[in-house]
């Protein structure tokens, strides 16, 4: 349960791992928070997203049916809607963080972000992209470059807000007809007393994976 005044992803995202990237506790908040899932079934999957800012509001929630060929697919193209609904509400300089279940795909986008700040434009490791996303994974590096900072934090399936939304679509239909917003959220909180920019980051934050690049801050 969020705290009061602040946002459920951004509770959910400060206490989840972003592969490849370790940050002190300053650096976690956001301006915006985006969760994003996609289902594949042989009878037809989904897509769904919940974006907040990171005091709380609602900006947008998305549940549609969709017909992906598998679940790599369908992760991608979730993550590709959720991107381009987000883009069209918030400002270019806003820091956005993503939270998704898929262990490949967060790991690439925090990939992507490195390579961005890397001198040759050489990500930490490899990227591992599914051919038949490529198209996806195009559109999902332009969006991430539209904003002035991104980071994909890994969460599990039950914890994930859009997994009943992309799990059914038709249940959940009646979150579409909700008015769009372009919600911008309050004020950075001040810095508590006592924190010091030399903190060092969490367990949960640290790179497990070995990736050796630096974050951006």
């Known amino acids: 349960m969020a705290a009061h005044g602040r946002s459920a992803l951004r509770d959910l995202f400060d206490e989840s791992p972003t592969p490849h990237i370790a940050h002190p506790p300053r ?10 899932d996609g289902s594949f079934r042989e009878s037809g999957g989904g897509l769904g997203a919940v974006i907040e800012t990171r005091d709380g509001a609602r900006v947008a929630r998305i549940a549609t049916a969709d017909a992906p060929p598998d679940n790599n697919v369908a992760e991608y193209r979730a993550l590709h809607l959720g991107l381009d609904v987000l883009a069209a509400r918030a400002p270019r300089d806003a820091r956005v963080g993503v939270l998704i279940d898929h262990d490949a795909l967060a790991s690439n986008v925090n990939n992507a972000i490195l390579a961005t700040d890397h001198p040759d434009g050489r990500p930490p490791q490899p990227l591992s992209v599914p051919a038949e996303t490529r198209y996806h994974w195009r559109g999902i590096r332009a969006r991430l470059c539209g904003f002035d900072e991104v980071r994909a934090a890994r969460i599990d399936s039950d914890q994930n807000p859009a997994h009943p939304l992309a799990n059914e679509p038709d249940r959940y239909q009646h979150v579409n ?13 001040p810095a508590r007393s006592g924190s010091s920019a030399t903190e060092f980051p969490p367990p949960s934050r640290a790179d497990r994976n070995g990736g050796g690049g630096r974050a951006s801050d």
Request: hydrophobic share 20%; net charge negative; proline share 17%.
């Open 27 to 36: 650096t976690h908040h956001r301006d915006f928070y985006l969760a994003t």
């Open 177 to 189: 007809q909700e008015p769009d917003r372009c919600v911008l959220p309050d004020p950075p909180e």
